[in-house]
């Protein structure tokens, strides 16, 4: 399952666009699979045209996004972030940025880097240049906020629809509990029916047995016990409607009240 699957994206763009806005910090959302999932803001020229741009400098920012965790220096002096998106226990992805400096930074180190990764040093300069300076502590609790809150929004739309899926399985098995009372109380019905026949069936016995006599001894026994089972009907139909009374009290009850279970 992706974030994709039971999330709002327009709600997700909305939160991560507002919070790069507010904090000049680059971030991007990424899928399990390591694929983005969302914009990218406020990426620079200097990591991405630049740094990434060369072969050198793409391996070693690579490299940072596979082993960074929380929030770290990359290896060309700025901070980022890498920040798990988890739900149910499961990581379904993460929020990766930051791109900007903790300070002023040292050109001169800088340009050592240029060379390095095989960049003109003062393009990789001016690009610098436009870098936002963020304190490490500002740094942090940015990227911490944006997690908490990403967080906190795709584990209620997951909850949200898990228990819809839920609540759609309780009203399926309801609609099929009535149903089936519906059966029982039909075959209820003709049980009732047989009993009744066998009541009079047991009365037309008897004044056969007394017209006969004595002769028809054996035939009145035998018209005794299907009174008697007639009689034990009766009690075990009278059962069973007590029975199906009740399941079908229970289930009109659960009919009611299934749409505020998971609230």
């Known amino acids: 399952m992706r974030i994709q699957d039971f999330a709002d994206m327009t709600k997700f763009e909305e939160i991560m666009s507002n919070w790069a806005k507010a904090t000049g910090l680059a971030t991007v959302a990424v899928g399990a699979?390591?694929?983005?999932?969302?914009?990218?803001?406020?990426?620079?020229?200097?990591?991405?045209?630049?740094?990434?741009?060369?072969?050198?400098?793409?391996?070693?920012?690579?490299k940072c996004d596979r082993e960074g965790k929380g929030i770290y220096h990359c290896h060309a002096g700025l901070i980022d972030f890498g920040i798990d998106l988890v739900v149910a226990g499961q990581k379904m992805g993460a929020v990766i940025g930051g791109q900007v400096l903790p300070e002023a930074p040292d050109e001169e180190e800088f340009r050592r880097v240029?060379?390095?990764?095989?960049?003109?040093?003062?393009?990789y300069?001016?690009?610098?240049k436009k870098v936002n300076v963020r304190t490490e502590e500002a740094i942090v609790a940015s990227a911490t906020l944006l997690g908490q809150v990403l967080n906190n929004y795709i584990n209620t739309e997951y909850t949200e629809k898990y228990n819809g899926k839920m609540i759609a399985r309780l009203t399926e098995g309801v609609n099929q509990c009535?149903?089936?009372?519906?059966?029982?109380?039909?075959?209820?019905?003709?049980f009732n029916s047989i009993?009744?026949?066998?009541?009079?069936?047991?009365?037309n016995a008897r004044i056969e047995a007394a017209r006969a006599g004595s002769a028809g001894r054996g035939?009145?026994?035998?018209?005794?016990?299907?009174?008697?089972?007639?009689?034990?009907?009766?009690?075990?139909?009278?059962?069973?409607?007590?029975?199906?009374?009740?399941?079908?009290?229970?289930?009109?009850?659960?009919?009611?009240?299934?749409?505020?279970?998971?609230?």
């Open 33 to 62: 699979d390591g694929e983005y999932i969302s914009e990218c803001y406020n990426f620079t020229d200097f990591c991405i045209k630049l740094t990434r741009g060369s072969k050198e400098g793409c391996a070693r920012c690579e």
């Open 114 to 123: 240029a060379r390095e990764i095989g960049v003109n040093e003062d393009e």
């Open 125 to 128: 300069i001016a690009a610098l």
């Open 178 to 190: 009535e149903a089936m009372v519906k059966d029982i109380r039909v075959y209820t019905d003709k």
């Open 195 to 203: 009993q009744q026949r066998q009541g009079i069936l047991s009365l």
């Open 219 to 263: 035939f009145a026994v035998v018209a005794q016990e299907v009174e008697n089972l007639s009689k034990d009907s009766k009690e075990l139909n009278q059962m069973i409607g007590e029975k199906v009374d009740s399941i079908s009290k229970v289930v009109h009850e659960m009919t009611e009240t299934d749409q505020n279970i998971f609230l």
